[in-house]
């Protein structure tokens, strides 16, 4: 639970998922999201600390004075052990950077795009968890046309990530995208009038109550 105001919800889900297509959908309603995996690249090359911290522990993952992610990526393959070590400096600085958004946001409902929440257990900061879920053929068919990945390369990554099912267990919703655009905008409509319902339910107690 969070322990702000505002009611925060978490987007999570595979790899080619669609995540960010919920995201979008979210932010064309104009709601705030805060985007974990841009968070990151910007601290990649816009924190000092951060950056001056890898240039003297890990100098083989910087380019033009910046973090480059690719290297880590390359480096990581190499040496798999400084995974938890890296995510040690990195999630902080990515969990200030959503308090930050979320302070700064007018609206009732903020949201998070966090691909990886149930693996750095960061589930329980968020009032709810949407998971998108897509069968695995579509993940694959999706990242082959959109991203130009191998087959290969993508299971490879999607065995790194906990397995969809269990994700979609410990979610408060399933946001399934195995169909057109329109229908996931459906899903994601439908439980915003949710949320807009609970709201006044939940006004309509506190005024009852003084």
């Not at 979008?24 to 985007?35: Q, S, T």
């Not at 083989?60 to 290297?71: A, C, M, P």
């Not at 790194?160 to 169909?179: F, G, W």
């Amino acid at each position: 639970m969070s322990s702000l105001s505002k009611k925060t919800i978490a987007i999570t889900g595979s790899m080619g998922s669609g995540k960010s297509t919920a995201k979008n959908i979210l932010i064309e309603k104009g709601f705030p999201v805060f985007d974990a995996d841009q968070s990151v690249l910007y601290l990649y090359e816009n924190d000092q600390e951060l950056i001056e911290t890898f240039k003297v522990r890990y100098p083989e993952v910087i380019l033009d004075d910046k973090i480059n992610k690719t290297l880590i990526k390359r480096y990581l393959k190499h040496h798999p052990e400084q995974l938890k070590v890296i995510e040690d400096l990195v999630h902080p600085k990515v969990w200030d950077a959503y308090l930050d958004f979320v302070a700064a946001s007018e609206s009732d409902w903020v949201f998070a795009e966090i691909p990886l929440l149930f693996e750095v257990d960061w589930q329980y900061h968020f009032d709810e968890v949407w998971c998108v879920h897509t069968s695995q053929a579509k993940i694959i068919n999706r990242l082959i046309k959109n991203r130009k990945i191998s087959k290969k390369a993508i299971l490879g990554m999607l065995a790194l990530q906990l397995d969809p099912e269990n994700k979609c267990a410990m979610s408060t919703i399933v946001l399934y995208n195995d169909k057109e655009i329109h229908d996931l905008k459906h899903q994601i409509e439908l439980q915003l009038e949710r949320l807009e319902r609970e709201k006044h339910e939940d006004n309509r107690s506190i005024h009852h109550h003084q």
